[in-house]
């Protein structure tokens, strides 16, 4: 048996259990709150942050998957809830830089495009959370270099 905390976290308070687009669904969770703990509490904290919830992301995840049959159960959701704080990172302070970071970030996970498709299959509580990371990271990248080349989001 899975203890709740561990549950709770790792499907944000059960709403990865919703049937339709879970993963889509923690991403919308972390819009707001990403964007709002960006702007209030400053880019290294934000960093902190996200380290942070890695770091229990993966003791979680580890402990929810000796559980399950599923080595990437789709109502784990709080994998999908990080990648878009990092895709989150370097957005303008706009409505359009957010919008762009969530659509970048879901093409990137629901597609699995390489290198995402490579992270996806390692093996365990990494692998969960690494093909998030990775789209989440790709996701910054193409935000930095629109912001480079002075393209005004």
């Known amino acids: 048996m899975i203890n709740k ?7 944000l308070f ?10 889509t669904i923690g991403s919308l969770v972390s819009l707001p709150l990403g964007y ?10 934000f960093i902190l942050i996200i380290i942070l919830l890695i770091l229990v992301s ?3 995840i580890s ?14 959701i709080i994998d999908e809830f990080i990648g878009q704080f990092i895709a989150l990172i370097f957005i303008p302070n706009s409505f359009l830089g957010l919008l762009l970071s969530f659509l970048l970030f879901r093409f990137f996970d629901i597609t699995k495009l ?12 990494i692998g969960v959370l690494a093909d998030d990371i990775v789209a989440g990271l790709m996701t910054a990248g193409i935000i930095i270099f629109l912001n ?6």
């Open 114 to 125: 390489y290198p995402v498709n490579k992270a996806e299959k390692i093996p365990g509580a």
């Open 63 to 76: 402990k929810y998957l000796i559980s399950n049959e599923s080595k990437d159960p789709k109502e784990v």
């Open 36 to 45: 709002i703990t960006l702007k209030f509490f400053g880019f290294w904290t």
């Open 148 to 153: 480079i080349f002075g393209i005004d989001l």
């Open 5 to 11: 905390l561990i549950v709770n976290f790792c499907t």
């Open 14 to 23: 059960n709403l990865g259990f919703v049937k339709f687009m879970p993963g």
């Open 58 to 60: 993966f003791f979680a």
